[in-house]
């Protein structure tokens, strides 16, 4: 598989290793860099001397073995072959731009080419044991959005920011379990172990069971056929969510949990998305009975948005 890499990153990762190693007392290699490097300034013309740096670089770059890690992760994964004509290897410009993804090329035949792209930090590379973690982990990504299976799709999961930052975190959170799941199952090191991934999931479900959660956590955990569609499903709606635990042996005795209510999901009287819920506890007997006229399979649990509610008591005094 062709793998490219983006020369800012390669750049700065070389500068990165030999400041490192200086700080250790080994100034060698720096020593040997600059041999090469300072006579550029000399010999070749300025429109010239980028594509000589460049060039030591990429020798700096193969030598320190950044190469040999990065094929040798690519390598772990031979489904890719036949999917992907290549991958790159790209600077990521913070944290939160760290991740796989998949870029389409048409050739000048027409043909469509797909490519990896993994954007990394540099200073990941400071870190070969944890980089290589990374970098499964985003290939195992990469695997899912080529299975036909898993049904990726690149789309929208809100229809304003603050619903799409709520479902996407939670979609994410959904897709490391699986992620990482499989990986440890096979024997495999990534970048978080099945305790990490739990305290992520419980962070995002507070209002869920602690018992709930759990034994949801381990269903999702254990699952081998997850697909986009599940996933964006249960990140849309906790109450997928909390479905998964109806049934379960191991928590018969608790009750069945209240309906989680969705800042930005579908009211289900005006089928319009809400921030502003009304919930059971605040809805007056009557009223509900004048909703249930209309809606005969609501309950007071699945509540409505606020507009719905003051409409129903206009409509519905105390008599």
Known sequence: MKLEFDP??????IFLELKAMDERGDCALTTEYH??????????????????????DWDFFKKL??????KNGFDEFPELKGKVVGGIIAK?????????????????????????????LPDRFMDAGYLEKLLRHELMHASDMLSESFGYKDERFGCNPMEESIIKERYSAFWDIFVDSR????????????????REFES????????VKIAIFEVLWQ???LTHG????MSKDVNKVIKISEGLPAIKHIPKAKKTLLPGAQCPLCQFRTYDWIDNLNIEPHIVETIRSDFPSWDPEDGACERCMEAYKVSSPVS
Do not use: C, H, M, W
């Open 35 to 56: 041999s090469l490097t300072d006579p550029i300034y000399e010999n070749f013309p300025l429109d010239e001397r980028a594509a000589q740096f460049k060039k030591i």
């Open 65 to 70: 073995g950044f190469l040999k890690l990065i």
């Open 92 to 120: 990521a410009r913070g944290p939160f731009e760290e991740g796989s993804d998949l870029v389409l090329k048409v050739t000048d035949k027409g043909n469509e080419q797909k490519r990896i792209i993994v954007r990394l």
């Open 230 to 233: 599940k996933i964006l499903g």
């Open 204 to 211: 995002l479900f507070k209002k869920i069971p602690a018992e």
């Open 183 to 198: 990986l440890i199952r096979k024997g495999k090191e990534t970048v978080s172990d099945r305790d990490g991934r739990y």
């Open 223 to 225: 699952d081998e056929s």
């Open 8 to 13: 800012g990153i390669i750049g700065d990762v």
